[in-house]
């Protein structure tokens, strides 16, 4: 019954080797689930899950699998039919309650239980309805109804209980960003080679020259090896983007750390790249597209931020910026089009979440860059792409920008 | 309890390391199933000291192996000293025969792990500050348990599997191949009645009210939004112990927490946390 299970964590993309399920039945075998529901919620957590990412998935295939075996389980157990049945445990109760008590016989409150755990969708305390821990529900646990039925709980913690609880929810791969995690998923995003001072000792070039050298030592050096890529960072700031300058700013400090990159240039920009770009979120100093263009190598890696969002007369229309002062014949669109002529790979990151894309002038834009959420997971995906080439994701129908685009 | 039930339930904690039913539940696996465990958790959750109370409850010895950013597999395995034995043929090292290569076979941790007579602990430390594909180039010797000395020709034959731990913080991905034969566990971090177990472990004698004090301001601390880096367990027990060295009482302290750079150590977050302090 179980491969079903396995097909489940596979179904939620935990990915589980025939490896991994094999250790589980030997493990089991062994008894090491101790034949308990929790015991191989752990064992199998164990043996199966690899990543802290992947434990929320984990949790919900296990809460989809495991549910109807839990209700069995649970079954309203003969404890509960003895509780029930026996009226020295109700002593404690008023005539009220009692009363109440008669009123839900047990096989009423198994439809019931049943019937609100099928439309019950999250966790619920309080209250007087759902299952849940505390209030007054006839259902969950640590609650005051006094026919009610425990739901998970009981001494120490259920696998259902922590399941539920998703505890690892904020460990989620599409979710979190932190500098570290950045930094990380940027490791990828080199080439090595040989340059600079020579301060590595070359073990084989050194025996060679040593034997050639008639058994005389001759010592030989060469320079370590280091990352060759060069980028060149343009960042959108100010309006729509405040809300994810925390997170930009992230991006940035992991990007410009030292010694990550053999040359790491960022800019400035807002709403959209015209003329110039700005080496100061004031935009004071302006550099011109044209200069930047001039002085990048075509091999650099070009990355942009930015929400990608504005209105498409800005984007589109030539003289179209907000600002009246750099108003030139080229549109929003046609410099960005310079740019990614010029570099052989580039990517934009975007912090806005993906299904708010379709429909707006990311689409436009994400004909013209490469475009991945700003995200562990685009992130890792633009830098694949930008090490290695390959097909860009397709965001949305562009074609339906064609006519305003000029082609 | 049968017979496999001891064999099974083989670690309990030690007198001076308190683990949670979880971590006990996945090294007894681990140990069960002869699997690497893979450990993972937030930095000062005791990855490492794990490795150190398992040999210590198992009555193993331990072998440790640090991993740096600048570590290769194959150094674990075993380095042939070419410059010693390049030196010895040039200037004669002490009368030593410098064509018995396997003078200069120098045995890395995972190596003399395998090479002990009797089973051991493997601790291999921080698994993930080495280059990205390091941990792949261990998948064999981690599997067979066994490497040849291409020098010299000699097979090293693991007598018994050792027991090995592997420590990771959580920063990097590792290789798929890699992962599918580990057993993994998260640390996570404990809550405030294995926190009150663990600093009396560390603290024998400390009392009930400056404990809780201490670790409701601990627990607020850690619970202040946006902090870079949470204080870890580890830091709550030196925290505690400077505010013991310096007979600071808790329940009169005011205006901020005494000794901060003991459990934050960010300006970031010093200053946060200030400014919080005086709203």
Redo the contacts between chains.
């Keep these: 019954m179980l491969v079903d299970f396995l097909f489940e964590l596979r179904a939620k993309k935990v ?1 589980v ?1 025939t ?2 399920w094999m ?1 589980l039945m ?2 089991m075998a ?3 689930h101790e034949s308990s529901l929790d ?1 191989f919620y ?2 199998c ?3 199966c ?4 990412a992947l ?1 929320d998935a984990y949790d919900e295939a296990f809460l989809a699998y495991f549910k109807d075996v839990h209700a069995d389980a649970l079954k309203l157990t003969e404890a509960l039919r003895a509780w029930l049945a026996d009226p020295r445990v109700l002593e404690g109760l008023t005539e009220e309650q009692r009363q109440a008590l008669r009123e839900l016989d047990l096989e009423k409150l198994r439809e019931l239980f049943e019937k609100r755990l099928r439309e019950q969708k999250e966790r619920h305390d309080g209250g007087n309805r759902w299952i849940g821990t505390g209030g007054t529900s006839p259902f969950g646990t640590r609650g005051t109804n006094p026919t009610g039925m425990r739901a998970g709980g009981g001494g ?1 913690r259920s696998a259902m209980a922590v399941a539920d609880e998703r ?1 690892f929810k904020e460990y989620r791969r599409d979710i979190v960003l932190d500098v ?1 995690q950045i930094d ?1 998923a940027l ?2 995003l080199r080439r090595l080679g040989r340059e600079g001072a020579q301060e590595e000792l070359d ?1 084989d070039e ?2 060679d020259k ?1 034997c050639k050298n008639a ?3 001759d010592i030989v050096f060469r320079p370590p090896r280091r990352n060759r890529v060069k980028v060149v960072l343009l960042m959108d700031v100010g309006g729509s983007m405040d809300p994810h300058a925390e997170l930009v700013s992230r991006l940035f400090t992991a990007a410009s750390r030292t010694g990550r990159f053999a040359k790491f240039r960022s800019y400035y920009f807002h709403n959209c790249v015209y003329n110039s770009v700005y080496e100061d979120a004031e935009f004071r100093k302006g550099v011109p597209v044209a200069d930047l263009l001039a002085n990048s190598d075509r091999d650099e890696k070009l990355v942009l931020v930015g929400d990608a969002l504005m209105h498409p007369a800005e984007l589109l229309d030539p003289g179209g910026s907000m600002y009246l002062y750099t108003q030139q014949r080229a549109s929003g669109i046609e410099w960005l089009r310079r740019l990614a002529a010029h570099f052989r790979s580039s990517a934009w990151l975007n912090p806005e979440p993906e299904r708010f894309w379709p429909g707006t002038t990311i689409e436009v834009i994400a004909s013209v860059f490469g475009m991945w959420p700003l995200t562990l997971d685009g992130l890792a995906a633009s830098v694949r792409y930008l090490v290695r080439g390959g097909e860009r994701p397709k965001v949305g129908e562009p074609s339906k920008w064609a006519k305003a685009m000029g082609g | 309890m049968s017979d496999a039930d001891q064999q099974f339930d083989q670690f309990r904690g030690t007198s001076s390391y308190i683990a949670s039913e979880e971590l006990r539940h996945a090294v007894n696996v681990a140990v069960a199933l002869a699997r690497p465990l893979l450990v993972r958790g937030e930095p000062g959750t005791g990855k490492t000291l794990l490795a150190e109370n398992l040999a210590r409850s198992l009555g193993l010895s331990l072998i440790r192996w640090h991993v740096k950013s600048t570590t290769k597999a194959k150094d674990g395995l075993y380095v042939y000293d070419t410059v010693a034995r390049l030196h010895d043929s040039r200037f004669g090292g002490d009368g030593h025969d410098v064509r018995d290569i396997a003078r200069y076979i120098k045995l890395g941790p995972l190596g003399e792990a395998l090479a002990a007579p009797s089973r051991v602990v493997l601790l291999i430390d921080e698994i993930d500050k080495a280059d990205i594909e390091f941990p792949n180039d261990l998948l064999l010797e981690l599997d067979a348990m066994r490497f040849r000395i291409d020098e010299t020709g000699r097979e090293v034959v693991a007598a018994e599997r050792p027991v090995v731990v592997i420590t990771s913080n959580n920063e990097k991905e590792l290789p798929d191949a890699f992962l599918r034969r580990c057993v993994f566990h998260y640390i996570q971090f404990p809550t405030r009645e294995l926190m009150t177990e663990i600093v009396r472990v560390h603290h024998p004698d400390i009392t009930d009210r400056v404990l809780d004090n201490a670790l409701e301001m601990f627990f607020g601390l850690r619970a202040t939004p946006k902090l870079r880096k949470k204080p870890s367990t580890s830091e709550l027990i030196d925290w505690i112990c400077a505010l013991r060295k310096a007979n600071v009482d808790l329940s009169r302290v005011s205006g901020g927490i005494p000794f901060l750079g003991t459990l934050l150590k960010t300006e970031h977050d010093v200053e946060l946390v200030s400014k919080r302090a005086k709203a």
Excluded: C, Q
């Excluded at chain 1, 899950?49 to 802290?52: E, F, G, H």
């Design positions: 990915p080797s490896h991994e250790a030997e493990a062994l008894g090491l015991g752990h064992l957590r164990t043996i899950v690899k990543d802290i434990y120490g505890r570290r990380m490791r990828g073990l050194t025996v040593t058994g005389d030592i």
